[in-house]
């Protein structure tokens, strides 16, 4: 068995001993049921994990670090998913999916279909609950650096702002070229763009084909939103052979 990760929101140090925060504490007494002295996995982000040692004391817990081990299992190349928000619960499986298969930042679009329009005061709080779903993500598959979920924004927001290194793929049925062909002979980051429910807008279209993006042709069949970013990521995965 596995030993239980956490994620600690602060820098973290070889042969430390500290207080674990209130939320780690009860997760790892009250939810995990650990026992004094167990062995657990330590993380602060930064890369790199600790093992240490749980001590126990009623509902407070403490740590203890040892060595600091340089364990990486990120992907080659940064990669960023430009997501129409989805409804329900299908965006927060798209964070936790996108954890798992090494997206490096999540980029929420308030596209123009989207069926959920967020106020200002909704995007603060899906903001920081998108967040918390990456750290548990992150705990749970091993990953020691934690994805990004970048702030809510327009696509026109997003593609004056983006970084001009990224190649910008986005599905078209009718596009020339496939994405294996597109991503053959580039080695640098990449973003994936994926609309909501509904789609892009024409207006939206247009800002793609006037930003320089790079359309691409994936299979024969529609994919639903929260499949689309899921089965690309995976399919860039076995194209580029990322391990």
């Known amino acids: 068995m596995s030993q239980p990760r956490f994620h600690c929101p602060f820098p973290l140090a070889?042969?430390?001993?500290?207080?674990?925060p209130e939320a780690i504490a009860h997760h790892a007494i009250r939810v995990l049921r650990l026992r004094d002295a167990s062995n657990i996995i330590l993380f602060d982000g930064q890369g790199g994990q600790y093992p240490a040692t749980l001590h126990i004391e009623g509902r407070r817990?403490?740590?203890?670090?040892?060595?600091?081990?340089?364990?990486?299992?990120?992907?080659p190349v940064r990669t960023v998913l430009v997501q129409?928000?989805?409804?329900?619960?299908?965006?927060?499986?798209i964070v936790e999916k996108a954890v798992e298969l090494g997206v490096s930042q999540l980029v929420p679009i308030a596209a123009q279909r989207s069926v959920i329009q967020l106020s200002a005061e909704r995007r603060a709080k899906r903001l920081q609950?998108?967040?918390?779903?990456?750290?548990?993500?992150?705990?749970q598959c091993g990953r020691n650096r934690i994805m990004e979920v970048a702030s809510v924004q327009s696509l026109q927001e997003w593609l004056q702002h983006s970084d001009s290194q990224l190649l910008r793929?986005?599905?078209?049925?009718?596009?020339?070229?496939?994405?294996e062909d597109a991503v053959a002979h580039h080695t640098g980051p990449l973003a994936l763009m994926i609309g909501p429910e509904g789609g892009w807008s024409e207006e939206e279209l247009e800002?793609?084909?006037?930003?320089?993006?790079?359309?691409?042709r994936f299979g024969r069949r529609v994919l639903r939103t929260e499949t689309a970013g899921v089965?690309?990521?995976?399919?860039?995965a076995a194209i580029k052979r990322w391990n």
């Not at 599905?171 to 070229?177: G, L, Y």
């Open 169 to 179: 793929l986005a599905c078209h049925p009718d596009a020339p070229k496939s994405l």
């Open 84 to 93: 129409g928000i989805a409804s329900g619960d299908k965006m927060d499986w």
């Open 61 to 75: 817990a403490w740590a203890k670090t040892a060595d600091h081990v340089d364990t990486e299992v990120e992907l």
């Open 207 to 216: 800002l793609m084909q006037g930003s320089g993006l790079t359309p691409v």
């Open 231 to 236: 089965a690309l990521m995976a399919a860039l």
């Open 14 to 20: 070889a042969q430390q001993r500290f207080e674990l």
């Open 129 to 139: 609950h998108w967040q918390r779903i990456a750290v548990s993500a992150s705990e």
